[in-house]
């Protein structure tokens, strides 16, 4: 499956962005989807994961109450909604995943990345 990220972009604190995730190649629907962020100089970490059915899904607590993850697999697109977005959310954001089968397994699978950036 190839995937790609958009909807990054420049936004002032307490405003909001929607990311979408395209995959192609393979359906959605075979895949667990994640989104993840790597800040500068800091290491990439999982911001939200949405099961294949879309039934289960986890927030890092950082962004709980914040950040939505949501996929229309019909579509083969994944979304993450950002509200109330801090300058501490600035990071390039990737989507990723993996098969539905390897429950709590690896991403395998990358998008490009889109870069989010919240100035204060």
């Known amino acids: 499956v190839q995937l790609q990220a958009s909807g990054g972009g420049l936004v002032q604190a307490g405003g909001s962005l929607r990311l979408s995730c395209a995959a192609s190649g393979r359906p959605l629907s075979s895949y667990d989807m994640g989104w993840f962020r790597q800040a500068p100089g800091k290491e990439r970490e999982i911001v939200a994961h949405?099961?294949?059915?879309?039934?289960?899904?986890y927030y890092a607590d950082s962004v709980k109450g914040r950040f939505t993850i949501s996929r229309n697999n019909a579509m083969n697109t994944e979304y993450l909604q950002m509200n109330s977005l801090k300058p501490e959310d600035t990071a390039v954001y990737y989507c990723a995943a993996r098969s539905r089968s390897e429950v709590g397994g690896a991403y395998h699978y990358w998008g490009q990345g889109t870069q989010v950036t919240v100035s204060s």
């Open positions: 949405i099961r294949w059915s879309g039934e289960d899904t």
